[in-house]
C-alpha cells in the first residue's frame, strides 16, 4: 500500500482537553471553538460566511490508531463492535469528520459552534456542506 502525507491547515481552539470527559457527539454539549488557520490559506476561504453549515475534516492525534474493535460509546454490556460501523475517534486513520456551523469570521479564525474536538486537533479540510438536491 502507498502512504499519504497529509498536512494540517490549522488547529482548534477549544476548552475541552481531555478525551476521557470531551462530549462524544455535538449535540452532547459540545462548546463553540475557533479554527486557527495558518494564514497561508486565508484566501481558502473566500465564499464561506457566518451562518454556513460547513464539514469539517480533522486528525484525531491523541486516538489509538491499533484499536479494530471497541465496546460502542465504551460500554461494555454492548457487543464488540469493528471501528468502521461506529464513530469512535480511535481507528486506523483516525479522521474526524464534524458537522459545524459557523458564527463568525475574522480573518484565518473562523467560530463555530458544537465541536467536540479538543484544543490543537489537527485541521485537515474544510468543505461545503451540499444541499441534498445537488
Known amino acids: 500500500m502507498t502512504d499519504y502525507k497529509l498536512r494540517p491547515i490549522g488547529h ?3 476548552v475541552l482537553t481531555d478525551l476521557a470527559t470531551a462530549p462524544r ?18 484566501r481558502a476561504l ?6 454556513t453549515d460547513i464539514l469539517l475534516l480533522t486528525w484525531l492525534d491523541r486516538a489509538d490508531r491499533d484499536t479494530l474493535t ?13 471501528v468502521f460501523a ?4 480511535h481507528r486506523p486513520n483516525p479522521i474526524g469528520l464534524h458537522h459545524i456551523h459557523i458564527l ?6 473562523i467560530h463555530v459552534s458544537n465541536l467536540e474536538a ?6 485537515l479540510d474544510l468543505k461545503p456542506l451540499l444541499a441534498p438536491d445537488r
Open 12 to 14: 482548534v481552539e477549544s
Open 118 to 123: 479538543l484544543h490543537g486537533t489537527p485541521i
Open 25 to 42: 457527539q455535538p449535540d452532547e454539549g459540545a462548546p463553540q471553538a475557533w479554527l486557527v488557520l495558518d494564514d497561508r490559506y486565508a
Open 70 to 82: 471497541i465496546h460502542p460509546r465504551g460500554d461494555a454490556t454492548r457487543a464488540i463492535t469493528g
Open 86 to 89: 461506529t464513530r469512535a475517534p
Open 46 to 51: 473566500d465564499g464561506l460566511t457566518a451562518g
Open 104 to 109: 463568525a469570521i475574522a480573518g484565518t479564525r
